[in-house]
């Protein structure tokens, strides 16, 4: 008996092979051995992204072995005599003094230190820190560090200091990932993450650089331009009532603005996906507890719309200051208020810029960010290339 394949079975032969074929074209694009999907990490300096960077060494690199961490061991505990140092030397011109008079050869002996800290971290050295870190006078001078320059992980490691101060301490993953050491020149890490089954499966290289984002070292992005297929670019939400480390009359949000135009506009950067992690929400949410208000430093804030909560109000009005700098203002008006991400079409060239809500400290939140990331990579490079 003979078979007459109908215009039915000749159709799902077609898609079979259509299928196949796109299957074999996939797996070219996404799984050669010799080419990596390259994501470039921007943002001004202290934003974050070293951070991101350290996530992906837990999260896909195994973490960090334990030479690794004895090595962070120094910078944490600078980390601890920078911040006391710095909280001490800005009291007298805030107008603050000591609480308890007991504190004030603790205070002379930091201070005569300068910034390089003591010969030793001794036990004499602890106890200075301690005793004034529990003076309401230098606490009071903390709450204002948004008026000087200080690092976030102040509290987190003045907090732990008999932890820190142990001969046999080894740095926990979130001490090391608080960690504050200056990125210079770029750095790059290089790991490898499963692509979903829906995308031809197996395993995809990744290379993603950090380059410093103080202003400085800025000349250095152009070098690693090209080739590179997503930006990420990192936003530091709480520090809207702060002002840069290397110029102190320009405030931080605003200096990320002016940066986020000039990569959006980039000649070399245009064929790159964008997405933008509106990092530190954890530190926006406790200043916006303690009564600090986006409002004082960008004024369209006290006409923004939403009605939500203060923490939620305020994220949504720094994404929208990002979204009116890629769209004209109409369009980004149409865009659902919960939403974290949209498709943002110029009249010029479609294009497509994704924002989410991070705390890059959260390993569980950076785990659950990069899953969505990682989709939108790949979608983006297959449409890019014809295949998706």
């Not at 979130?174 to 750095?187: F, S």
Request: proline fraction near 3%.
């Amino acid at each position: 008996m003979r078979i007459v394949c109908g215009p039915c079975m000749q159709a799902r032969d077609e898609d079979a092979d259509y299928s196949k074929q796109l299957d074999r074209e996939i797996k070219h694009w996404i799984r050669p051995y010799d080419q990596a999907i390259k994501l470039l990490l921007l943002g001004t300096g202290e934003s974050g992204k070293t951070t991101i960077i350290k996530q992906m060494k837990i999260l896909h690199v195994q973490g960090f072995s334990q030479s690794e961490r004895i090595e962070k061991v120094k910078y944490i505990r600078h980390n601890v005599y920078e911040s006391i140092h710095d909280i001490l030397f800005n009291m007298a011109p805030l107008g603050i003094s000591l609480r308890n008079p007991k504190n004030h050869d603790a205070y002379r002996f930091i201070l005569k230190c300068g910034p390089d800290g003591p010969p030793e971290y001794n036990e004499e050295y602890y106890d200075f820190v301690r005793s004034l870190w529990k003076d309401s006078g230098v606490r009071e001078c903390f709450r204002r560090s948004n008026e000087y320059q200080l690092i976030d992980s102040a509290e987190y490691f003045l907090d732990r200091l008999d932890l820190l101060q142990k001969s046999d301490y080894i740095p926990s993953d979130a001490d090391i990932l608080r960690c504050r050491q200056k990125t210079t020149g770029i750095q790059k890490i290089e790991f490898k993450v499963k692509v979903p089954k829906s995308m031809a499966g197996g395993v995809q290289d990744f290379w993603m650089f950090d380059v410093g984002g103080q202003r400085g070292e800025r000349k250095k992005w152009i070098q690693v331009f090209e080739g590179i297929h997503a930006i990420w670019f990192v936003v530091a939400c709480s520090d809207f009532d702060q002002t840069l480390r290397e110029d102190n009359s320009q405030n931080r949000l605003k200096e990320a603005l002016v940066l986020f135009e000039d990569v959006w506009q980039s000649r070399f950067l245009l064929t790159a996906g964008l997405i933008v992690f509106l990092n530190k929400q954890d530190l926006l949410e406790r200043k916006i507890s303690a009564g600090r208000s986006v409002g004082d430093y960008f004024p369209a804030y006290r006409t923004y719309k939403p009605e939500a909560d203060e923490h939620t109000r305020t994220k949504l009005f720094i994404r929208s200051m990002f979204a009116d700098l890629t769209t004209k203002k109409q369009a980004r008006q149409n865009m659902a208020a919960s939403a974290e991400r949209f498709r943002v079409v110029e009249a010029s060239r479609p294009r497509e810029c994704y924002f989410h809500f991070t705390t890059a400290t959260d390993t569980d939140n950076v785990r659950t960010v990069f899953r969505d990331v990682h989709q939108i990579i790949l979608t983006h490079i297959l449409t890019n290339i014809g295949v998706y």
